[in-house]
């Protein structure tokens, strides 16, 4: 029969410390992606529900914890300092250290074996069991380890811990079955699982409830959601039906299996963004199909002509400069559509090889880091110049913006966002309107990110 083991002293002095503050305090910093940022209001919600505070203040912190990202080489390098710094103080005060998601998952052998200071490690599948894991830490000092990937877990029952706001995020599908070469998602998110929509449009009306006006459907590639009879475009509209809601963006589409349906409801529903994200990485042939991306230049532009006839849709894109054997001929052919595409935005990224991915394993990273670096400089050059244009195109015209709250530099200005999905910033008039309200704003400058203006009248949403 096993035995629970008695407390260590510096446990027994952390627990009465503990229970003296009402539970554990949990200082919790989030990396990458929206996804993330949802998975870290379920996690709040999972620890909360067992008796697990949180604080803003990492110094009043019994448990640190990271939600990290496999994405992106610069996610790894800021985790790999943040860890650094805790190492010191975990000596100092005797912290439990804990990481989760995708970097969780993707490098657990390499965080256990390099990394001896952290305590506990749970992949993105795995959150329900991060409470046990950290009071076994905390009152046990035992290292924890979940990374068992599930084909059925949605969360679909926890209610995620949200702050204020008029922006809701709602997952509706986990993990992606695509593949994409260079990409590791499928590895640390497992295969594609959907949410019924029962449970989706009662998490929208929640929203609703506690002020949410605006709803960002998501998923790694949210064209694939199914539910029995349900598609995507059919939950898209669904939820744009929710009494309430104002308005309805959706993240990421995959460009090989963009329904018609989809397009149709875009175009169609007054509550549903004229934005699409339309993620074409690169525009040559040779690059898409080592990239395994499922489209060629010649269907990406036919969708993307079927989306233009549909009525004015701004497009945004992600972009990957300097992938395995991309030549100079064939990094120029992305840059001469990308100047003729006219995307409102692109996110821009130097290649950096992931661990277990298909090109890891297929192709070499053989691109020298200043041409990829050159590369990545000249699309967001060239991007920064079309996205300038096409603001200050806008200067002299009124644009509907709904609040989103106090602009980031003066709590005096006003920031919200276009139905186009951007930034606007304007001063507050001593008016009467709030948070969630849809005002019309006299554009006089814009930056290639924002665009300044000042209040007209409150705008009619019916
Ligand atoms: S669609 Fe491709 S890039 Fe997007 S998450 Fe899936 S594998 Fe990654």
């Given at each position: 029969?096993?035995?629970?083991?008695?407390?260590?002293?510096?446990?027994?002095?952390?627990?009465?410390?503990?229970?003296?503050?009402?539970?554990?305090?949990?200082?919790?910093?989030?990396?990458?992606?929206?996804?993330?940022?949802?998975?870290?209001?379920?996690?709040?919600?999972?620890?909360?529900?067992?008796?697990?505070?949180?604080?803003?203040?990492?110094?009043?912190?019994?448990?640190?914890?990271?939600?990290?990202?496999?994405?992106?080489?610069?996610?790894?390098?800021?985790?790999?300092?943040?860890?650094?710094?805790?190492?010191?103080?975990?000596?100092?005060?005797?912290?439990?250290?804990?990481?989760?998601?995708?970097?969780?998952?993707?490098?657990?052998?390499?965080?256990?074996?390099?990394?001896?200071?952290?305590?506990?490690?749970?992949?993105?599948?795995?959150?329900?069991?991060?409470?046990?894991?950290?009071?076994?830490?905390?009152?046990?000092?035992?290292?924890?380890?979940?990374?068992?990937?599930?084909?059925?877990?949605?969360?679909?029952?926890?209610?995620?811990?949200?702050?204020?706001?008029?922006?809701?995020?709602?997952?509706?599908?986990?993990?992606?079955?695509?593949?994409?070469?260079?990409?590791?998602?499928?590895?640390?998110?497992?295969?594609?699982?959907?949410?019924?929509?029962?449970?989706?449009?009662?998490?929208?009306?929640?929203?609703?409830?506690?002020?949410?006006?605006?709803?960002?459907?998501?998923?790694?590639?949210?064209?694939?959601?199914?539910?029995?009879?349900?598609?995507?475009a059919h939950l898209l509209v669904a939820v744009a039906d929710v009494p309430g809601i104002q308005r309805v963006r959706f993240t990421s589409p995959h460009p090989k299996d963009f329904p018609q349906a989809l397009l149709e409801a875009v175009a169609e529903h007054p509550m549903i963004c004229n934005q699409i994200h339309l993620p074409l990485q690169s525009a040559n042939d040779r690059i898409l199909e080592r990239m395994g991306?499922?489209?060629?230049?010649?269907?990406?532009?036919?969708?993307?002509?079927?989306?233009?006839?549909?009525?004015?849709i701004v497009l945004t894109t992600d972009l990957i400069c300097g992938f395995c054997g991309e030549t100079d001929e064939e990094f120029q052919e992305t840059y001469d559509l990308v100047k003729e595409m006219q995307y409102q935005a692109a996110f821009v990224f130097k290649y950096s090889e992931r661990k277990h991915t298909i090109a890891a394993r297929k192709y070499s990273d053989d691109i020298p880091e200043p041409v990829k670096g050159y590369r990545t400089n000249e699309i967001i050059e060239l991007q920064k110049e079309i996205s300038l244009q096409k603001n200050h195109a806008l200067i002299g015209s009124k644009v509907d913006v709904m609040i989103e709250g106090d602009a980031k530099k003066s709590h005096r200005q006003w920031m919200g966002h276009t139905e186009h999905n951007v930034t606007v910033v304007w001063p507050k008039d001593g008016g009467q309107e709030l948070p969630g309200d849809l005002v019309s704003i006299s554009i006089h400058d814009a930056t290639p990110s924002t665009l300044y203006g000042t209040a007209h009248s409150s705008c009619s949403v019916d």
């Amino acid at each position: 029969m096993s035995r629970t083991p008695l407390l260590l002293p510096t446990s027994l002095k952390r627990l009465a410390a503990s229970t003296k503050r009402g539970g554990y305090q949990v200082y919790m910093e989030t990396f990458g992606c929206q996804m993330n940022e949802y998975d870290t209001e379920l996690v709040r919600s999972i620890m909360k529900a067992r008796g697990f505070q949180f604080t803003p203040v990492d110094e009043e912190a019994d448990v640190i914890l990271f939600n990290t990202c496999a994405i992106r080489e610069n996610a790894h390098n800021r985790l790999y300092g943040h860890l650094a710094r805790y190492k010191a103080r975990k000596k100092e005060r005797g912290l439990v250290i804990g990481v989760l998601g995708c970097m969780a998952q993707n490098l657990k052998q390499e965080l256990l074996e390099t990394r001896s200071w952290i305590d506990v490690l749970v992949g993105p599948d795995a959150y329900r069991r991060l409470p046990d894991l950290l009071t076994d830490a905390l009152e046990h000092q035992r290292r924890g380890l979940a990374v068992d990937l599930s084909e059925y877990e949605t969360y679909a029952q926890i209610v995620p811990d949200r702050g204020n706001g008029v922006n809701g995020w709602i997952a509706v599908m986990r993990g992606c079955d695509n593949f994409c070469s260079f990409c590791v998602v499928p590895y640390t998110r497992g295969r594609e699982r959907s949410r019924d929509p029962e449970g989706i449009l009662e998490e929208t009306r929640r929203l609703v409830s506690q002020g949410v006006r605006q709803i960002t459907l998501l998923g790694q590639n949210v064209n694939s959601y199914r539910s029995g009879a349900w598609s995507f475009a059919h939950l898209l509209v669904a939820v744009a039906d929710v009494p309430g809601i104002q308005r309805v963006r959706f993240t990421s589409p995959h460009p090989k299996d963009f329904p018609q349906a989809l397009l149709e409801a875009v175009a169609e529903h007054p509550m549903i963004c004229n934005q699409i994200h339309l993620p074409l990485q690169s525009a040559n042939d040779r690059i898409l199909e080592r990239m395994g991306r499922g489209y060629t230049r010649r269907e990406y532009l036919h969708l993307v002509e079927a989306i233009q006839k549909k009525g004015p849709i701004v497009l945004t894109t992600d972009l990957i400069c300097g992938f395995c054997g991309e030549t100079d001929e064939e990094f120029q052919e992305t840059y001469d559509l990308v100047k003729e595409m006219q995307y409102q935005a692109a996110f821009v990224f130097k290649y950096s090889e992931r661990k277990h991915t298909i090109a890891a394993r297929k192709y070499s990273d053989d691109i020298p880091e200043p041409v990829k670096g050159y590369r990545t400089n000249e699309i967001i050059e060239l991007q920064k110049e079309i996205s300038l244009q096409k603001n200050h195109a806008l200067i002299g015209s009124k644009v509907d913006v709904m609040i989103e709250g106090d602009a980031k530099k003066s709590h005096r200005q006003w920031m919200g966002h276009t139905e186009h999905n951007v930034t606007v910033v304007w001063p507050k008039d001593g008016g009467q309107e709030l948070p969630g309200d849809l005002v019309s704003i006299s554009i006089h400058d814009a930056t290639p990110s924002t665009l300044y203006g000042t209040a007209h009248s409150s705008c009619s949403v019916d």
